[in-house]
């Protein structure tokens, strides 16, 4: 019994300490558990936040190959994660020679920690170039072992060009300031000098060296320090300022300036201090005083002068102009004013009937008009609706206006007509001479054989005309052949052509007119020849005509042809006894009867 009751108590001792021991795993099981959880809490946290950077994030082996990166590197080079892992670290840099050089630096078992930025040249896969500022450090573990290495990249090219641009502005800003004719300088808030150009060394008759860190009282002294405190005060509220005065300088000159201060104010509106400009106007003001002299001088010389002027700014609107331009355009001069473009007064005479030369196209001669103003070339003659004729000639001055000058040439026009006239018209008889004729017979025959159509000529001889010179003399045979071309001219139709071939002898053709229309014209002239009185009495003489008569259309390639027939049947006249028609048919026709 004794027995049985010991091995009972070792028995529930047993289960008791197997019961601790499971209590105990339990517990242990749950601590490791709560462990486990917790780091991987803390490595989901790390992964977000490793992924939420914007900055390329990449975790490389000991040998450099990458084995995680985050969005950011696939933002950064292009290539996905899974195009990345596994690869070296070389693919992404610009030149194999800076991947080594980086690798001796930071990437190597002896590496320290460097949380110092540097810049790399790296190339994406598009093989575009880029500046990472980068991030390269050893990752150990908590012995120190090496793990790996982690990288941070961030694309700082547009920093870096900003910083160069930066740069180059500041010398180039110092270079202009340098080679401005103009004072420059920047006075500190508290009145000291910062910056002083090459201007300023000169009129303050000091070095750059022994000027900056004095005060403007300084340098200018009390006098003048004292007539521009106000303005410098206003410009350090904030104020931009801008004056004139009378200024001495430390160089001795006593100089009219121009002087422009304007205040530093930053995002949050402090004044750091102020840029002065100050330029030597003096000469300008004695320039200015004699331009207007001269201004009234020009206006003087330009109103004075016979011809039209006008000046037409850049923006082509009229500026300068005189009496005379205005008059020469009566039924636009109400527009001619200061101001107004040229386009503006151009279409205002052609909606008033101006230019005879824009009836019934205006809007196409505005646009070939405006184009000569604005690429003016050779002169251009204008005729305007009053009989005025005008020379315009315009010129384009270097800053893009227009000078234009009008001349009046309404009488060189008229001799021109005249001098024209003349020299295709008989001085006799007043007549076309024998040139003009034959020129609108040749273009007369060169319509009848293009569109078809028939065309008469006749010439006309006086009988006996050698007669009456030697038995009346040749004073009266002008007067007869004068006579005889009045008559001609009133029987003939005013399409018809009529001229003195020569001599005594005269042409005619008769548009549209068959042979037998031609016929009865040339009879009506002969019998109003052989019916009038020539001379009226001074003595009375009696005069007659032979004339030939043909046809002309397409079958005849020349015109001469027709003339020749006109000539044979003319001859043909004189043989048959004279005073009288005979017709010379296209030899194609059958002959017709005198």
Not at 348 to 373: F, M, N, S
């Amino acid at each position: 019994m004794k027995l049985k009751l010991v091995e009972d108590a070792e028995r529930d001792e047993e289960e008791s300490e197997q019961a601790a021991l499971v209590l105990s795993l339990l517990k242990e099981n749950e601590r490791l558990q709560t462990e486990l959880n917790a780091q991987r809490r803390n490595n989901e946290l790390f992964m977000s936040v490793f992924n939420s950077l914007p900055d390329g994030l990449m975790i490389a082996d000991k040998e450099r190959s990458i084995r995680i990166s985050n969005p950011g590197v696939t933002s950064l080079f292009g290539y996905r994660t899974e195009e990345l892992v596994g690869q070296n670290t070389a693919m992404l840099y610009e030149s194999l020679e800076e991947f080594e050089v980086r690798g001796k630096e930071r990437f190597n078992l002896s590496a320290e920690e460097q949380l110092a930025p540097y810049q790399v040249q790296y190339r994406r896969k598009s093989g575009e170039v880029f500046t990472g500022e980068t991030i390269g450090t050893p990752l150990r573990d908590s012995r120190g072992d090496l793990l790996g290495y982690l990288g941070a990249i961030r694309d700082v090219t547009q920093r870096e060009q900003s910083h160069k641009e930066v740069a180059a502005n500041e010398s180039l800003l110092h270079l202009i300031a340098n080679s401005l004719p103009e004072l420059v300088n920047y006075l500190s808030a508290d009145g000291t000098l910062r910056f002083v150009n090459r201007t300023a060394e000169a009129w303050y008759n000091s070095t750059r060296e022994e000027l900056i860190g004095l005060s403007y009282k300084e340098v200018l002294g009390l006098d003048t320090a004292i007539k521009i405190e106000p303005w410098i005060s206003q410009a350090l509220r904030g104020e931009k300022v801008r004056r004139h005065a009378e200024v001495t300088y430390p160089d001795g000159v006593t100089r009219y300036v121009e002087i422009s201060y304007v205040p530093d104010i930053d995002d949050e509106g402090e004044v750091h201090g102020l840029v002065a400009l100050v330029i030597d106007v003096s000469g300008r003001r004695r320039i200015e005083q004699e331009l207007k002299a001269s201004e009234g001088r020009l206006n003087d010389a330009i109103n004075a002068m016979p011809d039209g002027f006008a000046y037409y700014d850049n923006e082509d609107r009229l500026r300068v102009f005189n009496e005379q331009y205005r008059s020469m355009y009566t039924k636009s001069a109400h527009l001619m004013a200061p101001g107004v473009t040229f386009e503006e007064v151009i279409r205002g005479g052609v909606a008033c009937g101006q230019y005879p030369e824009a009836t019934d196209r205006e809007e196409a001669w505005i646009e070939k008009r405006l184009e000569a103003h604005q690429n003016p070339g050779d002169p251009i003659e204008q005729r305007l609706d009053n009989g005025r004729w005008l020379r315009i000639e315009e010129r384009k001055t270097k800053d893009g206006g227009t000078v234009g000058i009008r001349v009046d040439i309404t009488e060189a026009k008229r001799r021109e007509h005249e001098l024209e006239r003349l020299s295709i018209t008989d001085a006799l008889t007043g007549l076309s001479n024998r040139r003009a004729f034959m020129d609108r017979i040749a273009q007369e025959h060169e319509r009848v054989r293009r569109y078809g159509g028939t065309m008469s000529v006749l010439l006309i001889d006086v009988d006996h005309f050698k007669t009456i010179n030697d038995t009346f003399g040749h004073l009266t045979g002008d007067v007869v052949l004068k006579e005889l071309a009045e008559i001609l001219s009133d029987v003939l139709r005013t399409p018809d052509v009529v001229c003195r071939y020569g001599g005594e002898e005269f042409a005619a053709f008769l548009p549209e007119t068959s042979m037998g229309g031609g016929f009865s014209t040339a009879e009506r002239l002969r019998e109003a020849v052989e019916g009038h009185q020539f001379c009226s009495g001074n003595p009375t003489i009696d005069v007659t005509v032979s004339i030939g008569v043909t046809q002309t259309d397409q079958r005849d390639k020349r015109y001469e042809k027709a003339l020749n027939r006109a000539d044979q049947a003319l001859y043909k006249a004189k043989e048959a006894g004279r005073n009288r028609v005979v017709v010379a048919p296209p030899e194609e026709m059958a002959p017709a009867a005198e």
